[in-house]
């Protein structure tokens, strides 16, 4: 089963803000609470993942990489692991008052019996994590 949500929010930052937290792997990895740490390998990132489920009792590595670059609006990202598959993008769209509008989706493919589960619940309270990372950087 695949799990796809797709959320759009306005930030006050500006474009050029958000994209530098949004398009750098690993700004996104340090912002999402169930990556334990990251290494770069070549093109892509190694994310070592914790999900807190019942058949999961270490950390998963999940091989990320950027597939499609549109600086400063558009990156869409793929991860891959014995766990699950991750395809995920942000659009970025400049407002007239300085701020952003942020249109992020994902698709979570589970291949371990509550994985999709714990995306569908948690993907808000993440999402909010690595808004809430622009504002700090």
Do not use: C
Request: aromatic share 8%; hydrophobic share 40%.
């Amino acid at each position: 089963m695949v799990v796809e949500v797709e959320r759009v929010v306005e930030v006050d930052a500006g474009i050029d803000a958000v994209w530098d937290v949004l398009a750098d792997p690993a700004r996104r990895g340090r912002a999402i609470s169930v990556v334990d740490s990251f290494r770069v390998e070549g093109q892509e990132f190694v994310w070592q993942v914790s999900l807190p489920i019942p058949v999961i009792n270490r950390t998963i590595a999940v091989r990320t990489r950027d597939e499609v670059r549109e600086e400063p609006t558009f990156v869409r990202f793929t991860g891959d692991s014995k766990a699950f598959g991750v395809e995920g993008e942000h659009e970025l769209t400049e407002l007239d008052d300085g701020g952003t509008r942020v249109r992020s989706s994902f698709a979570v493919d589970g291949k371990l019996p509550g994985v999709e589960r714990y995306f569908e619940r948690n993907i808000d309270e993440e999402l909010s994590n690595l808004l809430d990372s622009i504002e700090t950087a």
